[in-house]
């Protein structure tokens, strides 16, 4: 996905409260939104926005010397999301359609991005999904679900490539890859985590944490975008992402970077902002699991 | 008010969204953009946003080449405004206090606003406003509401400027300055407007097409600042600013300019962004009738 005009104002937001997290005074708060003005003429719009993410928490990190501003923020997000770890299997445990459930839990954990909702109570929302009775998501809420177009295309995938999102989120992810790894115990699994710290995203002491690499592969995509940025990332991750039979992306920053790619990927996620959510073509709140290209 | 951070990404919204209005293709929307961004690094936060939103239309104005972005906009306000004129006066004439209405209604009128509220749909918003029984404003929005003050210094004054904000919203500062005038027919009353197109804020000829004139008399405040910055006003103005008994001032921009005043004004203004209710100390939405010094 392109940059759209309306992400400019975004990611002067984005910079400021990233800024705040990670503890500038006013005056290197101004510094970022000040670096970034200086920087914003020479950006493309033809570049995703998480290309520009990437510029944004790079001038965070070295104005105000924190490499890792969402630490905190992360390990709460893992806490409060392994706490629920059991909540969650008993859901898909008792659910007549267990990956169906998976599927569900794992876009409503998506919720947790800081990148788009700045001001977050994850115990909140974690309260919430779990809430819901039989169902993880809404009907209506599903704009877009090609449930059975993943359940086709994962039925014959033997290598899976997942690409993690968000700290916290990687619990869901686990719920998901688990309840795959029942089905069919022979699958090989990766699952690809952000190579720094960018945001909230995970990273690979996120995921073991959340004790996701008891049933996959964990690597690091090789770079620091909040998405997937191919032309970034490693030899390693760029085998893997041909490899794979299957490319299973979460959340929105994977979406914006890859949903011009040649293969084809499902994507899952929550369109939490109004720009991706016109482009999509769906409404702010809607989830979203749409199959991109047939091969 | 000084500009706080958190106005600087809404500066870039204000920005778009006007090149938008004017009809700017998406080459001319970045242009605008690319200026601010230029511009960003010199402004001083201890100026008050109107002064930054005076060079954001200023730059829209000249990439555009549209003077008046807002003119159809402002038209449609003002003729649905005056469309519920009659209603207005009658909820006036059958209230018990008539005065207290009238203000009610003069600060519900404060809606009609493009600087903050981009996307409006002011039939709607009117509806609203009459929608309402017997007050035009609930009581739990009634953060400060110091209507014993107004009324007191009201009675004295000889001498009022009233300080304008937006096109159509002067249908309600007429009903409020013709019931003041029912009151005591001797007051003096001056209705002031910004010099130039500022968004849509009100111009001399808004006023008149709103028939204020027929009940105050009005003049430009001689700068195309969407708010009231002395330092740029004309002399006429300052004249009336310092001669008149009661400065009763309308809406947003004129607040976030002279709150820092060395007079007394009476602040009539709904709290719609963020930034400003929390500086007043209430939350966004409520309304406010704020009494700045004693005199």
Redesign the interface.
């Known amino acids: 996905m392109k940059t759209y005009?309306?992400c400019?104002?975004?990611f002067?937001?984005q910079a400021?409260e990233s800024a705040r997290i990670a503890g500038a005074g006013?005056k290197k708060?101004?510094e970022v939104?000040?670096e970034?003005?200086?920087s914003?003429?020479e950006f493309s719009?033809t570049s995703s926005p998480p290309e520009m993410g990437r510029v944004v928490y790079g001038l965070v990190k070295r104005i105000t010397g924190e490499d890792d501003p969402y630490r905190e923020i992360k390990e709460k997000s893992n806490r409060l999301a392994l706490n629920i770890y059991d909540s969650l299997k008993k859901r898909v445990n008792s659910s007549r359609d267990r990956l169906l459930m998976a599927v569900e839990l794992a876009i409503a954990g998506n919720i947790i991005d800081y990148g788009v909702k700045r001001s977050l109570d994850v115990g909140a929302e974690l309260a919430k999904i779990l809430a819901e009775e039989n169902k993880a998501i809404k009907e209506e809420k599903k704009a877009i679900f090609d449930y059975a177009g993943f359940k086709s295309v994962l039925k014959k995938a033997k290598t899976i490539l997942y690409l993690g999102d968000n700290a916290g989120e990687v619990v869901f992810d686990r719920v998901l890859i688990e309840e795959i790894r029942r089905i069919d115990g022979d699958k090989e699994i990766v699952y690809a985590v952000r190579d720094k710290p960018v945001i909230n995203d995970v990273l690979i002491e996120d995921a073991c944490v959340c004790g996701i690499d008891r049933s996959a592969k964990v690597i690091s995509s090789g770079s620091d975008a909040p998405g997937t940025v191919l032309s970034l990332c490693s030899k390693e991750f760029l085998r893997m992402y041909k490899r794979a039979d299957m490319v299973i992306s979460k959340g929105q920053g994977n979406f914006e970077t890859l949903s011009g790619a040649k293969r084809q990927i499902f994507f899952l996620l929550m369109a939490k902002c109004p720009v991706i959510a016109k482009d999509i073509g769906c409404n702010v709140g809607d989830v979203i699991l749409l199959r991109h290209r047939e091969l």
Do not use: M, T, V
């Open positions: 005009l309306d400019i104002p975004c002067f937001k400021l006013e708060q101004r939104l000040n970034l003005a200086g914003l003429p719009l």
